[in-house]
């Protein structure tokens, strides 16, 4: 459980003797991990799909030195001359870098262990700052596990309970700073995200987006902005200019093909919808793109030759 599947993680200096990892089981879906390194990558690109109950949520503290994080493509800054606290979703695209020697010490948890919604989670993760009045403490319980795991491990589940209660008050904490409209923001934001991601899912649709999300279908109509339309149509618009893309990129793909690419399990319904959307149909936009760049071609030609 200490690092998800779809994390990779590659040694950057494959021939150091100071990469040393040790990880020790502290409760049910809970673990401690101590990383040495000189010169390590972790990264996953993509936002994963799952129960939110089986994400697994790091907390770690990074010793100062060289190395840099984004998270959700997002830089995180490190502090300069102290260790650095910073939880993150495995679940969620990062990117970590160690350039140079350092360590981490990190909680790896469930979502479900924290009880906490995903939104307060997601929302919490983007406002974990040392000025928080829990920053400091969490910090320092983390890095005194990390000894303890070294001198007297057997001692790590007696401090399960203790661990848990503090991560989740410090994501409390963060979640409040950031405000209700900047949650809510926070939550349409994600919304928008995984729509994108999974545009051409043909499951794609409000219960799915809910169920991601950790919310009601309900709590999904209220949440969605007005400014963007209907959910259903949203979803729609998006799908179709992929697909007009599509039929100007790939003139070997039937309509029918195109159509099941980008979330249509109906061509006729794809036709009739891209008519409405573009005013004609999708054969007859991808013979005038075509027609469209045999002129421009011809164009070209002239010109040079005369």
């Known amino acids: ?13 494959p021939n150091s003797t100071r990469t040393s990892v040790g990880h020790w089981r502290m409760g049910r879906d809970t673990e401690l991990m101590r990383f040495r390194y000189r010169g390590v ?10 129960d939110p109950s ?27 001359d102290r260790p650095t606290l910073v939880v993150i979703d495995q679940f969620s695209p990062f990117d970590f870098r160690g350039h ?16 906490l919604s995903i939104e307060t989670i ?3 993760i983007d406002h974990v700052h040392p000025e928080l009045p829990l920053y400091r403490l969490v910090r320092g319980h983390v890095q005194q596990l990390g000894e303890i795991a070294a001198s007297a491990p057997e001692i790590l589940p ?27 923001q926070s939550i349409v934001t994600s919304i928008e995200r995984h729509i994108e991601e999974h545009l051409d899912d043909l499951t794609l649709k409000a219960d799915t987006i809910a169920a991601a999300h950790n919310i009601s279908t309900r709590q999904l109509y209220n949440l969605w902005p007005e400014s963007n339309g209907s959910l259903a ?19 070997h793909l039937t309509v029918a093909a195109v159509a099941r690419r980008h979330g249509f399990s109906d061509p006729t ?27 421009i071609k011809r164009t070209a030609v002239s010109f040079t030759v005369s």
């Open 122 to 124: 997601d929302s919490a």
């Open 158 to 184: 007696e401090l399960n309970s203790t661990t848990i209660a503090l991560v989740r008050s410090l994501l409390l904490s963060a979640a409040e700073t950031a405000g209700p409209a900047t949650s809510m």
């Open 1 to 13: 459980m200490t690092v998800a599947d779809h994390v990779a993680v590659a040694v950057t200096r």
């Open 233 to 251: 149509g949203y979803i729609t618009a998006q799908r179709l200019a992929r697909a007009r893309k599509t039929l100007r990129t790939h003139p």
């Open 54 to 80: 089986t994400r697994l949520i790091t907390v770690a503290v990074l010793t100062p030195g060289d190395w840099s994080l984004t998270r959700d493509h997002r830089p995180i800054n490190s502090l300069p």
């Open 269 to 295: 319904h794809f036709t009739r919808r891209f008519r409405v959307a573009h005013g004609v149909t999708p054969s007859a936009w991808r013979r005038g793109a075509a027609d469209a760049g045999s002129g």
């Open 100 to 115: 140079g020697d350092g360590s981490v010490v990190a909680v790896h948890t469930r979502h479900a262990r924290l009880r």
């Open 41 to 50: 990558a972790a990264t996953t690109r993509r936002r994963l799909t799952a």
